[in-house]
T-cell receptor, first 110, second 116 residues
Framework: RKEVEQDPGPFNVPEGATVAFNCTYSNSASQSFFWYRQDCRKEPKLLMSVYSSGNEDGRFTAQLNRASQYISLLIRDSKLSDSATYLCVVIDNYGQNFVFGPGTRLSVLP | EAQVTQNPRYLITVTGKKLTVTCSQNMNHEYMSWYRQDPGLGLRQIYYSMNVEVTDKGDVPEGYKVSRKEKRNFPLILESPSPNQTSLYFC???????????????FGPGTRLTVL
């Protein structure tokens, strides 16, 4: 079983739609969690950290469920510019190893 | 401008010809890391370094070497490249806190390597 798993998609949604991605991780002692965004052929960039209490940044909401070992990302009112691959990232319990999920591809259609 | 730079950006080489991909950051970050990205497999960590002269293997270290003689530089060395090392490589850096890298990673622009 992979350490971090994501539905690869692609998710094709119309502008204005709400879309949710899930990510599961296998190491119950994992310490920190992030969502990164990667545009085609570009480097990944941090979208948001994921806190235990859940957190929101504009149209983006991240949730963490430690008991079920999953992380979610909700995007409201999708824009064309949201089209990208979204990577779930988990830092292991030693705080030194960043483990990336394979990514979920989102296409927002006009 | 705060950034991570990699060179070269594109490289085509032949099996067995030693090569080095350089990585440099100007943010005084302690933590640096190398990844390779392949279709369907995502980003996989090759090596990482918590500070100068401290390096550790990631998930896929075979066939690679690294060194960390200075804080700003973290070169990736392929002593004898093989076709299965054809990939997109990213260097990243992050500030370290109490021996742990809990923080955002900043990525370089990537190096696309083809080994024939």
């Amino acid at each position: 079983r992979k350490e971090v798993e994501q539905d690869p998609g692609p998710f094709n949604v119309p502008e204005g739609a709400t879309v949710a991605f899930n990510c599961t991780y296998s190491n119950s002692a994992s310490q920190s969690f992030f969502w990164y965004r990667q545009d085609c052929r570009k480097e990944p960039k941090l979208l948001m950290s994921v806190y235990s209490s859940g957190n929101e940044d504009g149209r983006f909401t991240a949730q963490l469920n430690r008991a079920s070992q999953y992380i979610s990302l909700l995007i409201r009112d999708s824009k064309l510019s949201d089209s990208a691959t979204y990577l779930c990232v988990v830092i292991d319990n030693y705080g030194q190893n960043f483990v990336f999920g394979p990514g979920t591809r989102l296409s927002v259609l006009p | 401008e705060a950034q991570v730079t990699q060179n070269p950006r594109y490289l085509i080489t032949v099996t067995g010809k030693k090569l080095t991909v350089t990585c440099s950051q100007n943010m005084n970050h302690e933590y640096m890391s190398w990844y390779r990205q392949d279709p369907g497999l995502g980003l996989r960590q090759i090596y990482y370094s918590m500070n100068v002269e401290v390096t550790d293997k990631g998930d896929v270290p075979e066939g690679y070497k690294v060194s960390r003689k200075e804080k700003r530089n973290f070169p990736l060395i392929l002593e004898s490249p093989s076709p299965n090392q054809t990939s997109l490589y990213f260097c990243a850096s992050s500030p370290e806190t109490s021996g742990r890298a809990y923080n955002e990673q900043f990525f370089g622009p990537g190096t696309r390597l083809t080994v024939l």
